[in-house]
């Protein structure tokens, strides 16, 4: 069965902006509200007001929505007022939801999330990941847990080791769908799959839904409705996007010039690798700019400091691969910066979508050298308009390409020439120059 990311529709859209201007008509229980009002939040982002009342109806569900939009608060809210309605009829033992994600950082972001909306709901979470010592984690386990926050990696060995059982499970999401298949996860994800009670509820997010996403959704969800918030190519509108055309080696000048610009309140930099991550960090501190780089190479220590730092505004300035990133959720980011290009053009999306969040406005850079341009010109097909330049000029490929080709066939001719006649050193190139014009090869050069 093809599952297609189309619009939720009904004889009155459950979801429309015109239908649900507030929290406060989705009939949510007070806890949840209150926990609401404490957040200060008030009106549901788009996904939101169409999910809460499908998940809520008990559906399954298939969600395709771009970073930014809301989507965790789209399935935690309904999960936890389910559950604490399911407690106060009778209370059982056992992990009830399930919610797997690709990262160490998007786990606990969304166990921050369920710690905020659920705060008033009596309802036990805990979060599992790698890379970290598991007896805390396999101590709250044991101490009993109604919602599970896991990475695959971690959940598969923690489940062999006995201190995870999915048997009561009545929730299950999956969460970057799409993220999980670039990142390996797929063998993990079908390891955990026969794992789970068949009767079950369960929703499904992905960015993107390329056919392999569409196969292993059709595993997963029966008869789901369907919510798509934003296209997939599209970018925020509230995000004003500009390209610096650059030479690779001015790259870090022109950041730290930008930088130097108070405006740019917090700062959101990606770059291409982990290496690459922390030199910037060093140049711009050599500069006088408080930064600081995340990455898989970091301790998991290290990550949530820096991480911490840059939400309270302690680092103005966070360099990030893509995967170290998925977790980050700045309220007020005003400002992305795209060091290299991403060779995934779905992934300019995906970062830019860090900034202009909930309405409000954000800007994106992006530098661009001449290597760079096809990675562009992918970027533009796919949100299907032009980026506007701030600084440079664009490079045009085909001449760099001829200049290019035109000095090697310069070298690849003069190569050719001094190897048929020999060095000019030892005096062979003389002797082989005259033997092939047909003079005396014994005579001496004329001098100049």
């Given at each position: 069965m093809l599952y297609l990311c189309t619009q939720y529709l009904h004889n009155e859209p459950r979801g429309s902006p015109n239908h649900y201007m507030t929290f406060e008509d989705l009939n949510l229980i007070e806890p949840i509200r209150k926990a609401l009002k404490q957040e200060g939040y008030t009106t549901p982002t788009p996904i939101q007001a169409e999910a809460i009342p499908i998940v809520t109806d008990g559906y399954d569900l298939l969600g395709c929505a771009q970073t930014g939009t809301g989507k965790t608060a789209a399935f935690s809210i309904p999960i936890i007022q389910k559950l604490y309605n399911q407690q106060q009829k009778e209370r059982t033992r056992g992990i009830k939801a399930l919610i797997l994600t690709p990262t160490r950082e998007l786990a606990i972001q969304i166990d921050e999330s369920f710690e905020a909306y659920g705060r008033y709901a009596n309802l036990r979470h805990a979060v599992i990941f790698g890379?970290?010592?598991?007896?805390?984690?396999?101590?709250?386990?044991?101490?009993?847990?109604?919602i599970l926050i896991a990475t695959p990696g971690r959940l598969l060995d923690l489940i062999n080791q006995g201190y995870v059982s999915l048997k009561s499970l009545d929730f299950f999401v999956l969460d970057e769908a799409d993220r999980m298949l670039d990142m390996g996860f797929i063998h993990d994800i079908k390891r955990i799959l026969p794992l789970l009670p068949k009767k079950r509820q369960s929703l499904f997010f992905s960015a993107t839904m390329p056919p392999e996403i569409e196969k292993l959704a059709s595993t997963i969800l029966y008869k789901p409705e369907k919510v798509e918030v934003t296209p997939v190519s599209s970018t925020v509108d509230t995000i004003d996007q500009y390209i610096y055309y650059v030479e690779k080696k001015d790259k870090i000048s022109l950041l730290t010039s930008l930088l130097a610009n108070k405006s740019l309140e917090s700062v959101l930099v990606f770059a291409r690798t982990k290496h690459g991550a922390d030199k910037i960090a060093k140049s711009l501190v050599k500069s006088e700019i408080v930064a600081e780089a995340i990455h898989g190479n970091k301790s998991q220590n290290a990550r949530q400091r820096a991480l911490s730092n840059f939400k309270d505004g302690t680092t103005r300035v966070l360099i990030a691969t893509d995967i170290a990133a998925r977790g980050i959720d700045v309220d007020n980011l005003s400002h992305v910066i795209n060091y290299e290009l991403p060779n995934?053009?779905?992934?300019?999306?995906?970062?830019?979508?860090?900034?202009?969040?909930?309405?409000?406005?954000?800007?994106?850079?992006?530098?661009?050298?001449?290597?760079?341009?096809?990675?562009?010109?992918?970027?533009h097909k796919l949100i299907g308009k032009q980026i506007p330049a701030a600084g440079g000029n664009p490079f045009e490929t085909a001449q760099v390409k001829q200049a290019v080709a035109e000095k090697n066939k310069t070298i690849k001719e003069e190569s050719k020439r001094r190897n048929m006649f020999g060095s000019k050193r030892d005096g062979s190139y003389w002797r082989n120059k005259k033997r092939a014009e047909g003079s005396n090869v014994n005579a001496a050069p004329k001098k100049k």
């Open positions: 890379g970290v010592g598991q007896k805390p984690q396999t101590d709250a386990l044991q101490r009993g847990v109604d995934v053009p779905e992934t300019y999306v995906h970062r830019i979508g860090r900034t202009g969040r909930a309405g409000r406005s954000g800007v994106a850079y992006s530098f661009c050298d001449a290597e760079e341009m096809p990675l562009l010109k992918d970027i």
